[in-house]
């Protein structure tokens, strides 16, 4: 199921900037959540397994299942909402799962997912998921963000992206003429970005996208340093780098406190 991934020169190259260890493997099938049971196939070809398990305290009653089996002890790899690549430090040395999903994808862009993923595995102050991320906090999303149990994993999940990207983007520029190809692959993907950025307002006053669409929309384009709109814009700073979870956490409940403020003026009388 898992096949060690040649990589081209400049990839090589990230990898033993950043993740030095780290293996990259295709994966034979199209995947959210590995099964347990094909997951730790995994044990051919990396040198141990450590699941990790995280309390169930630190959930809602209503979290979706997939969070309660990540949470478990269970060796789970990959959760939905994870793209095309994915990456984990629960084997020695981590390793980068690149999905059977990515047959089709543009080379660059591809090679940019995993030179990310290499950097976010060999960046210690990451963690793989949104569920460490948020710790015991995430709890307090759950009350901040009033919507489905699913559209509150979105916006964690979210979130939590755009937190990692406050931390690799800089790393990304700095590949301008050391790793011109995967720089220019980063560049190209965050300039794709703006026209919906612009739009992202409106689509949702609209109704053509959700808030937990929108929020994922708006925290991919933080690792590509793109200008965001209001109320996203808010979590373009060193603030959020600094004190993380709890700033999230914050800005959701002011930003929904604003939504709803927004929602009474429009339906109080003349």
Request: charged share 25%; with cysteine.
């Amino acid at each position: 199921m898992f096949e060690t991934r040649t990589l081209p020169s400049d990839l090589e190259s990230i990898r033993d900037e950043y993740a030095p260890d780290a293996l990259v493997v295709d994966v034979a099938g199209d995947f959210d959540t590995i099964p347990p049971e094909a997951a730790e196939n995994l044990g051919l070809v990396v040198e141990s397994l450590s699941p990790a398990a995280y309390p169930q305290e630190w959930l809602p009653a209503d979290a979706p299942q997939a969070l309660r089996r990540y949470a478990s002890s269970d060796f789970t790899i990959g959760m939905p909402g994870d793209g095309t690549v994915t990456w984990t430090r629960q084997t020695t040395p981590p390793t980068v799962l690149v999905k059977y999903r990515a047959k089709g994808t543009p080379e660059d862009f591809l090679d940019f997912l995993v030179a990310e993923a290499l950097v976010q595995a060999g960046t210690d102050d990451v963690p793989e998921h949104f569920l460490p991320f948020f710790g015991e906090q995430y709890r307090d999303l759950a009350d901040a963000v009033p919507l489905g149990p699913n559209d509150v994993y979105q916006v964690a999940a979210a979130l939590y992206e755009g937190w990692v990207g406050l931390h690799t983007r800089d790393e990304f520029a700095s590949w301008e003429g050391r790793h011109d190809r995967l720089y220019d692959a980063w560049v190209d993907a965050g300039e794709r970005l703006d026209d919906r950025l612009a739009n992202l307002p409106r689509l949702v006053a609209t109704g053509r996208l959700s808030f937990a669409e929108a929020t994922e929309f708006a925290c991919s384009a933080i690792k590509h340093g793109r200008d965001l709109p209001a109320p996203f814009a808010a979590l373009d700073t060193a603030a959020y780098v600094d004190h993380g979870p709890t700033y999230a956490v914050r800005w959701a409940q002011k930003t929904f406190e604003q939504l709803a403020d927004a929602g009474d003026d429009r339906n109080s009388p003349e």
